[in-house]
């Protein structure tokens, strides 16, 4: 079983910082990795799809890369609706999320 | 353009019963796999349940196998998950999300929120 452990579970920071998020597997992965973002009383929405592919609309200050084990997500510069929950999600035959990673305003 | 509405969702008593419905509009539905995933109150993310367009193929997590049922009807554009013998730990919000394992869950409802509880 795929366990995947993100860090850190808080992050505070102030608009226009540089936000870097990560998501560590278990066991190798397959680079079917994925990112949602959930802001307070909403659905998740999809970020970054196959480890480092943007999603339809998301801005390019999102990008994410990895492989294996470790996966990342940069947000480069902190705009005020980019403070949210963030979760990692591989997909195989099961689906696996991460516990999330809280970037809160500092 | 792409729609996803879950609906079905209540205050049922523990052991009880519930049936969630999904209903998609805006894709071809019988092209997609489709996922149940549920959030807890104050909680993560939970994948619960996926099936695959043509409905043969069908995942459960551990915690949900055998007490849930996930059911497709293509001709409908719905998806269904129905739920027996509930707990108190199956109290969340539950998404349905187009795509699954080889297709990605980009699409997503607002949920139904299940509330188990005597």
């Known amino acids: 079983e795929i366990v995947l452990t993100q860090s850190p579970a808080t992050l505070s920071l102030s608009p226009g910082d540089r936000a870097t998020l990560s998501c560590r597997a278990s066991?190798?992965?397959?680079?079917?990795l994925a990112w949602f973002q959930q802001r307070p009383g909403q659905a998740p929405r999809l970020l970054i799809y196959?480890?480092?592919n943007r999603a339809t609309g998301i801005p390019a200050r999102f990008s994410a890369s990895g492989s294996g084990t470790d996966f990342t997500l940069t947000i480069s510069s902190l705009e005020p609706e980019d403070f949210a929950v963030y979760y990692c999600?591989?997909?195989?035959?099961?689906?696996?999320f991460g516990g999330g990673t809280k970037v809160e305003i500092k | 353009q792409v729609q996803v509405v879950e609906s079905g969702g209540g205050l049922v008593k523990p052991g009880g019963s519930l049936r969630l419905s999904c209903e998609a509009s805006g894709f071809t539905f019988s092209d997609y796999y489709m996922t149940w995933i549920r959030q807890a109150p104050g909680k993560g993310l939970e994948w619960v349940s996926y099936i695959s367009s043509s409905g043969v193929t069908k995942y459960y997590a551990d915690s949900v196998k055998a007490r849930f049922t996930i059911s497709r009807d293509n001709a409908k554009n719905s998806v269904y998950l129905e739920m027996n013998t509930l707990r108190a730990e199956d109290t969340a919000i539950y998404y349905c999300?187009?795509?699954?394992?080889?297709?990605?869950?980009?699409?997503w409802g607002q949920g139904t929120l299940v509330s188990v509880s005597s």
């Open positions: 999300a187009r795509g699954g394992w080889l297709q990605i869950n980009d699409y």
């Open positions: 999600q591989h997909r195989s035959d099961r689906l696996t």
């Open positions: 196959d480890t480092s």
């Open positions: 066991q190798t992965v397959s680079s079917y």
